[in-house]
């Protein structure tokens, strides 16, 4: 692919969503956890009322976030602690469509083990195709009608790496002719139609400090395309196409915990850790000596949850189980809540906030530095509720540990 397919390809990413995009890979249309306006406004305050629900399928536990692929919706689960499927099924109905499988169980540490040892990385639909991420490091193509495997990739084997001690975190990133994906035991860029792999670049060692619980986002800064990968203990921007590592710093954290999806705003890059803190800085590879500077740090720490950027403010998820809004021009805090929650996905529209936690609960918030503003709340799960939520249209899909849900706004 040319270099010019490549820049014409990040720069549609970058831009804002738009109503015809489908849900489609981790966090949204793109990447950035928002939904266009125009394709369903959502209601102005939430209750059970407000949300229809539709059918629910049965599943497997998975982390997996749901995904959308024309008709259907794509979903995993592991089995029996012994295999892990991808299942499609119908918006309209949940029926199954198609499903696919192999075997790929693994166990995570004993440590860790509370928080379960199933699959975990959203998949990724591209066109006719669909992206899966197995637990042992292995990467699968199957295609969207049918579920039909076109190629499977174990990069374990196929790159010698450690298995990973989290499993496949990762969720993969199509860009043009490419897939790429934070496993192997680094940054890995594959053929999407073939799965030959084209290069491995901030090879970490994979294992158990290795191997990333990030994903890659892509983006333009200081008017470079690039891919921002965030490892277990640096923030870095990645050349698509050659791989070279354009710049990177470090990003402190308690054992590597660098979990979310850095976050773009005005050319400068957020990010947040847990045992770390919260960070902007302010990046641009043509200076050569130094092509990151931190702007600012604070101390408040995120943890699993991927922050949003509304208007000039971060709202972000913390280690202590509040929700904080943080002003990106200075770095300090508009509010901090009480605490409401181990964890939260968040998905936004415009100044308003889906949040759903670990319990099931969803809250709509309006986004404002004023205050926390919560307009209303639904139990949508009585299940724990880890994977993270779908908003297409009026459609809204959640994952728990036991199924999958599909409501509707009314």
């Given amino acids: 692919m040319s270099v010019r397919v490549v820049v014409a390809a990040l720069v549609l990413l970058a831009l804002p969503a738009r109503a015809a995009e489908?849900?489609?890979?981790?966090?949204?249309?793109?990447?950035?956890?928002?939904?266009?306006?125009?394709?369903?406004?959502?209601?102005?305050?939430?209750?059970?009322?407000?949300?229809?629900?539709?059918?629910?399928?049965?599943?497997?536990?998975?982390?997996?976030?749901?995904?959308?692929?024309?008709?259907?919706?794509?979903?995993?689960?592991?089995?029996?602690?012994?295999?892990?499927h991808v299942l499609a099924l119908d918006r309209a109905s949940g029926r199954e469509v198609w499903q696919a499988g192999w075997e790929?169980?693994?166990?995570?540490?004993?440590?860790?083990?509370?928080?379960?040892?199933?699959?975990?990385?959203?998949?990724?639909?591209?066109?006719?195709?669909?992206?899966?991420a197995g637990m042992r490091d292995v990467l699968a193509c199957l295609d969207a009608a049918t579920g039909r495997e076109h190629w499977r990739v174990d990069l374990v084997k196929d790159l010698e790496s450690p298995l990973p001690a989290f499993g496949f975190v990762s969720s993969p990133l199509v860009i043009g002719d490419h897939v790429f994906v934070q496993a192997g035991g680094g940054f890995v860029k594959l053929e999407k139609e073939t799965g030959r792999i084209v290069w491995r670049v901030l090879v970490d060692g994979?294992?158990?400090?290795?191997?990333?619980?990030?994903?890659?986002?892509?983006?333009?800064?200081?008017?470079?395309?690039q891919i921002l990968v965030q490892t277990r203990?640096?923030?870095?921007?990645?050349?698509?196409?050659?791989?070279?590592?354009?710049?990177?710093?470090?990003?402190?954290?308690?054992?590597?915990?660098?979990?979310?999806?850095?976050?773009?705003?005005?050319?400068?890059?957020?990010?947040?850790?847990?045992?770390?803190?919260?960070?902007?800085?302010?990046?641009?590879?043509?200076?050569?000596?130094k092509p990151v500077e931190q702007v600012w740090r604070n101390k408040i720490q995120g943890y699993m949850?991927?922050?949003?950027?509304?208007?000039?403010?971060?709202?972000?998820?913390?280690?202590?189980?509040?929700?904080?809004?943080?002003?990106?021009?200075?770095?300090?805090?508009?509010?901090?809540?009480?605490?409401?929650?181990?964890?939260w996905s968040l998905v936004a529209q415009g100044e308003r906030i889906l949040a759903l936690d670990e319990t099931g609960d969803l809250r709509l918030i309006r986004a404002t530095p004023e205050k926390y503003d919560l307009l209303g709340t639904a139990k949508v799960a009585a299940?724990?509720?880890?994977?993270?939520?779908?908003?297409?249209?009026?459609?809204v899909y959640v994952r728990d540990l036991e199924g999958l849900t599909a409501f509707r706004w009314k």
């Fill in 206 to 225: 994979g294992g158990m400090m290795g191997s990333a619980f990030s994903s890659p986002y892509p983006t333009v800064l200081g008017g470079v395309p």
């Fill in 22 to 84: 489908p849900w489609a890979q981790w966090r949204g249309p793109r990447r950035d956890g928002f939904v266009a306006a125009a394709s369903q406004p959502w209601p102005d305050g939430l209750d059970e009322s407000r949300l229809e629900r539709r059918w629910r399928v049965p599943l497997g536990p998975s982390y997996s976030g749901p995904v959308i692929a024309g008709g259907a919706v794509i979903v995993t689960e592991t089995r029996d602690k012994k295999t892990e």
């Fill in 305 to 343: 949850s991927t922050p949003l950027v509304i208007g000039d403010h971060a709202y972000v998820h913390l280690r202590n189980q509040r929700f904080a809004c943080l002003d990106l021009a200075t770095g300090q805090e508009a509010w901090i809540t009480k605490p409401c929650g181990r964890y």
């Fill in 104 to 132: 790929g169980s693994m166990k995570v540490p004993f440590f860790a083990a509370s928080n379960g040892s199933w699959i975990r990385s959203t998949p990724c639909v591209d066109g006719d195709r669909v992206y899966v």
């Fill in 233 to 289: 203990e640096e923030l870095a921007g990645v050349d698509p196409t050659a791989g070279a590592v354009l710049w990177k710093t470090a990003v402190e954290a308690f054992r590597g915990m660098n979990i979310v999806t850095p976050t773009v705003h005005d050319g400068k890059v957020f990010t947040t850790s847990y045992g770390g803190g919260s960070w902007l800085f302010s990046v641009d590879p043509a200076r050569a000596e």
């Fill in 383 to 395: 299940e724990e509720s880890w994977a993270h939520l779908a908003v297409e249209g009026d459609e």
